[in-house]
């Protein structure tokens, strides 16, 4: 190879590449406003990522699968857990994380802080990042939380607890949240009244309960719960 | 030997960069023990994980860049023929960037941070590095304009130190928009080491191949034209294997594809011109370290930061991959193959010569190199292993994150093990660089 060809190989490998890469990056720019629903960009979106930056959250956390790999993905956290949980987990992670090995900092983030992070996180969640993460899929139906509703236990109650994010907290055959109670075999614990007592009222059947009251579910829903609850026999696995 | 006394404010670089790569090191391992073991609630308070991995990532940065710094402090004189524009300016540079560094991290540890990975470091201070930045490449394009002996492989080095300087000015503002945040973050950090950096290793490694090999001028800066072409045009849009997922058009699933998939190309280049001017080179292999660090470098670079980064970079495997332990497992491997190997090489040649030592005992180093590029490679092993058993009990059957990390914890004790020996391996290295002395003359053989 001549010294000559050397230098054109130079020059043209590196202005085709930047050139293609600067006409994308435009391109980009004019895409990504839909792509990321910026409408709905507000200023209270903006304080959100700003308390998000203020304590660090991505040092520990990925978001968008950016960031630390010590702590779940927050890309959709919004549709996983719920407004109510992160509430929680933020507040009190001493207590929420309570049995979880893996700890999160008590960094005293403000309510008034976490009510700007709520709307974040939403927006965060509505960005079109091509169906990632796989785990937090509509299209892609898991194995681990699907198939329990699906297959095994098909029913009304069922498909009630996962909507209402009850996974979020507990464990049902091996799948779900360690902050409450695994529910493997509670029917064989609790009678079916108590079970919607402590859904629709937890402070009534015990005093000082972290678990947030479900007083909006209507009558039936409560009883298909408490149903599919109660039906869950057998020693805690 | 170094012939212009200008060269030996690259000493006091070098020592810090040593004392700062033990220090990130030592973190690192301290954050394999956050992962492999539950740590009480106080401690998670007091220091959690987030303010410990913005040390072990900055420390990183800086120590490599200091390095950089250093070797080009040592190569441009010898290059241009001339002493520094300014050794003071040189000496005051390296104050303001340890300063904002040393700052930065007390900073860390009482919660002053931008919160952006690898970014952290708050506003004041990026303009304090703005300042140093600025100040080095005066210094640099100063001597070289004074000296008016252009090289090839110095306009390398002067384009990828300004490239890199250019490109921190994307990570300083604040974005609204997460998605555009982290389309520019990336400019930062993937143009840094896919482009920038691999300018900045292409030349200091070709120059001291050159220098030791003895290899003519000329070919080894043919050879470097096409490695750096290479390098740019596979490494600027190959970018885009980091917008797969933030909400940018489809495109980049294919652009970032394919570019990325030929971005071992030029390393590959690189590993095959290093054994060529080995095998055809001039003079006879005087210092074993060096050469074998800078075979070790261009391997490891190929295997860490090509091989392991062509794998995950595939739009399909990369859905599951993609911000898993996978990603660690080739961060690790890829930093200290291409970077932490490439600085080590700078040390080696350079230390000696400002010591002016002829010849060193050889062993140390040697052992040194041995014992951390072997426990690196088997952590970056463990760190896979872990990121498929995530990949596929989290992202393919659904299981819990916690429950998978709990499938994983083996793997983070075999992290643990293989950084202790890590950590052992680097002692001896920063230990031998800085006390070497002449070799007595029957064991004369460094």
């Not at chain 2, 860049?65 to 290059?79: I, K, S």
């Not at chain 2, 594809?257 to 001039?282: H, N």
């Not at chain 2, 794998?311 to 996978?326: A, D, K």
Request: hydrophobic residues 50%.
């Amino acid at each position: 190879m001549s010294n000559k060809t050397a230098k054109w190989i130079f020059y043209v490998g590196t202005l085709t590449s930047a050139t293609l890469f600067l006409i994308l990056t435009w391109d980009t720019h004019r895409q990504i406003a839909a792509l990321t629903h910026a409408e709905q960009l507000s200023d209270e979106v903006v304080a959100g990522k700003k308390v998000f930056q203020k304590y660090n959250c991505n040092d520990c956390h990925t978001i968008l699968g950016f960031g630390a790999y010590y702590a779940p993905d927050l890309t959709k956290v919004y549709q996983r857990r719920g407004e109510d949980y992160i509430r929680r987990v933020i507040a009190k992670p001493e207590v929420v994380l309570a049995n979880s090995f893996r700890k999160m900092p008590q960094q005293h983030v403000s309510s008034s802080e976490i009510d700007k992070l709520i709307p974040f996180f939403r927006w965060v969640n509505g960005i079109d990042t091509h169906d990632w993460p796989p785990q937090d899929s509509r299209k892609k139906p898991l194995a681990g939380a699907e198939r329990l509703v699906s297959g095994s236990t098909l029913s009304l109650g069922a498909a009630l607890f996962k909507e209402n994010n009850c996974f979020s907290c507990h464990k049902l055959h091996g799948v779900g949240g360690d902050v409450g109670p695994d529910l493997d075999g509670v029917g064989s614990r609790l009678d079916l009244e108590t079970i919607k007592k402590q859904i629709s009222d937890p402070q009534s059947v015990k005093q000082g309960s972290e678990m947030p009251a479900y007083p909006e579910l209507s009558p039936q829903d409560l009883q298909a719960i408490a149903e599919f609850l109660v039906h869950q026999k057998g020693g805690a696995q | 030997m170094i012939t212009y006394n200008s060269q030996r404010v690259a000493y006091p670089y070098f020592v810090v960069a040593l004392l700062l790569f033990g220090l990130q090191v030592l973190m690192g391992l301290w954050l394999a023990i956050n992962y492999a073991f539950t740590l009480p609630q106080s401690l998670v308070n007091a220091f959690p994980f987030a303010t410990a991995r913005a040390f072990h990532t900055n420390l990183l940065v800086l120590w490599m860049l200091l390095g950089f710094m250093g070797g080009t402090y040592f190569m441009v004189p010898e290059e241009s023929r001339s002493e520094l524009f300014s050794n003071r300016l040189a000496y005051f540079q390296l104050v303001l960037l340890v300063g904002t560094g040393v700052t930065a991290l007390i900073g860390f540890l009482f919660g002053w941070t931008q919160g952006r990975p690898l970014l952290e470091i708050p506003f004041e201070l990026d303009l304090v590095v703005v300042a140093a930045a600025l100040i080095f490449l005066f210094n640099v394009a100063m001597t070289l304009i004074k000296a008016k002996n252009w090289t090839m492989i110095q306009g390398t080095l002067l384009g990828g130190l300004i490239m890199l300087a250019l490109l921190y000015l994307f990570g300083i503002p604040f974005y609204r928009n997460l998605s555009v945040d982290w389309y520019y973050w990336w400019w930062v950090i993937h143009l840094w080491v896919e482009g920038a950096w691999e300018l900045v290793t292409g030349a200091i490694m070709a120059w001291i191949l050159m220098q030791i090999t003895g290899v003519p001028r000329q070919t080894v800066e043919k050879w470097l034209y096409v490695e750096i072409g290479l390098f740019l045009f596979t490494g600027i849009a190959g970018t885009g294997h980091h917008y797969y997922w933030l909400g940018a058009p489809t495109y980049w699933l294919w652009v970032g594809g394919i570019f990325s998939a030929l971005e071992p190309l030029p390393i590959a280049l690189m590993v095959w011109d290093t054994f060529r001017y080995i095998k055809g080179g001039q003079h006879a292999i005087s210092n074993r370290v060096v050469w074998t660090f800078a075979i070790g470098c261009v391997i490891y670079h190929l295997i860490g930061a090509g091989l392991w980064g062509f794998i995950h970079t595939l739009p399909p495997i990369n859905y599951y991959t993609h911000g898993s332990q996978v990603t660690v497992s080739h961060g690790h491997l890829a930093f200290f193959g291409a970077y932490a190997l490439l600085n080590l090489t700078i040390f080696y040649y350079a230390i000696p010569r400002i010591k002016m030592i002829e010849k060193f005992n050889a062993r140390p180093g040697l052992l040194g190199f041995w014992v951390s590029g072997i426990a690196m490679f088997l952590m970056g092993l463990a760190f896979g292993v872990a990121g498929v058993l995530q990949t596929y009990l989290e992202r393919v059957l659904g299981l819990g994150y916690m429950t998978a990390q709990a499938q994983m914890q083996f793997w983070f004790k075999v992290v643990i093990a293989m950084g202790l020996i890590f950590l052992i391996g680097v002692i001896m290295m920063i230990y031998d660089l800085l006390t070497l002395k002449p070799a007595s003359q029957e064991h004369g053989n460094a």
